[in-house]
């Protein structure tokens, strides 16, 4: 909406330019009447935009239209200039500078939709979840912190998910992957598509996520007999690896 916003700003400016220049050709009173009229309606819907917040999605959408009506407006204006200045030469030079002008405000605007293209991908990778304060505990069978890897009986992963205003909200699927010294996967559930290839995951659980710093625990069954060494933690959401983090025993 901040994208569309801006790129309908720049259309407006560059319309009230147009007429501007347009004036500088026309010495026909009634005609500059009427294009210092279309000039201050533009400028008007230009402040009227700048005004408007970019979330107020009715606004934006009423002064979208009011931006083709100007534009199809600047159009048969310029259609009207091209015509008086066909009469006379010195008139029909200055109108190629009109036909520049134009050009020039059109190449404008290309360049602000290939902008847009490049904010497009910016914003989606604003858009990505991120995890913080993420760590990983091995625990015996009574709920206490497992010193050595024969009294491992589940790992708990907790973490939180950072605020992110321009991620979307609603359900979410996050997985955890622990991987053991061999790089195998503890209790391997299933299989998850990450960077063109599939992984395995551990455990996976879903999140209500509003755009706000939410905390999730995942826990980690172990029904194997572990070996002394660093085991890694992995967190998914959407596809992308969003935290890790390792824990290590010597026996």
Do not use: C, H, W
């Amino acid at each position: 909406a901040e994208m569309d916003k801006k790129e309908m700003e720049n259309e407006y400016a560059q319309f009230a330019m147009q007429y501007d220049e347009m004036k500088r050709t026309i010495k026909n009173d009634s005609l500059l009447q009427r294009l210092n009229e279309e000039q201050n309606r533009a400028n008007s819907l230009l402040a009227e935009l700048k005004r408007v917040k970019s979330n107020d999605a009715a606004e934006i959408a009423r002064l979208k239209r009011e931006l083709a009506t100007v534009r199809e407006v600047l159009r048969s204006y310029i259609l009207q200039v091209d015509s008086l200045n066909r009469e006379n030469k010195s008139l029909r030079d200055e109108n190629t500078l009109v036909k520049a002008q134009y050009n020039t405000a059109t190449t404008q605007i290309s360049s602000l939709t290939e902008e847009k293209q490049s904010l497009t991908k910016t914003v989606a990778i604003a858009a990505q979840l991120d995890a913080t304060g993420v760590s990983l505990q091995a625990q015996n069978k009574k709920g206490k912190a497992a010193k050595k890897t024969k009294d491992i009986k589940r790992f708990v992963a907790s973490f939180r998910i950072a605020r992110n205003v321009t991620a979307k909200t609603g359900e979410r699927r996050v997985y955890v992957s622990i991987l053991k010294p061999t790089n195998d996967v503890v209790s391997k559930s299933g299989m998850l598509s990450y960077e063109n290839t599939s992984v395995g995951y551990s455990a996976a659980k879903s999140v209500e996520y509003n755009g706000e710093e939410t905390p999730v625990t995942v826990y980690v069954n172990v029904g194997e007999m572990l070996s002394a060494g660093t085991y890694k933690l992995y967190i998914f959401v959407d596809g992308s690896m969003i935290g890790s983090s390792s824990i290590t025993f010597s026996k």
